[in-house]
């Protein structure tokens, strides 16, 4: 929870500083331009993983009570391991299920439906409505690349780790660090969408001629 509630924090922050750049733009004429071209261009994957990686250490070591803590420093001394590394040790057991495990397919549902259906919740309750469109983007992204998902038991066949792809493909969407969602929209699905509308337009008004 208080990660999810970190997650929704950082969403908050970037739709403010949207606005703020909308702002901007519409103050100078600029308003031709897009959030991501402006002036926060979305990061590549790798730096994206990076950024969530030191966020993610940051988060670990925060104080979260002595309670928590002690729990934590209990775990720490019984592995013999950093709190980070018991978290990667987390993931990649995700990982071995989201490759082998019956139940792949709900687990990856839990990661790009749940999750997000949950945060997206969260965002709406806010007075900030920007993130709002951030997490739209998000599920329009997700509607389109979803088409694949209809020949999941054939790519199975031949990609076995095929949920695990997945699941690290929706959460490099949603990751406020990688901003995927963002960079696809803007590059590829928001174009689609214009040239789809454009055709529909012509083929209207051959219609009507």
Sequence with gaps: IRLSNHLVLFHSQR?????????????????????????????????GFKRAEKDLVQFL???????GENVIKSVEKKTQLKREQVTYIGFAIVGVLLSVCSIASFLCNIIGYGYPAYISVKAIRTVQKDDDTLWLKYWTVFGVFSVIDTFAEAILRFFPIYYLAKAVF??????????????????YVDPLITKIDAWLDSRNNKSKE
């Design 15 to 47: 739709a403010v500083m949207k606005s703020q750049i909308d702002s901007f733009t519409n103050s100078t004429g600029e308003g031709s331009k897009s959030y991501g071209q402006l002036s926060m261009p979305v990061p590549g994957p790798v730096e």
């Design 170 to 187: 929706l959460v490099y969407l949603y990751l406020p660090q990688t901003q995927g969602a963002e960079y696809l929209y803007q590059n």
């Design 61 to 67: 070591y925060h104080p979260r009570g002595r309670q």
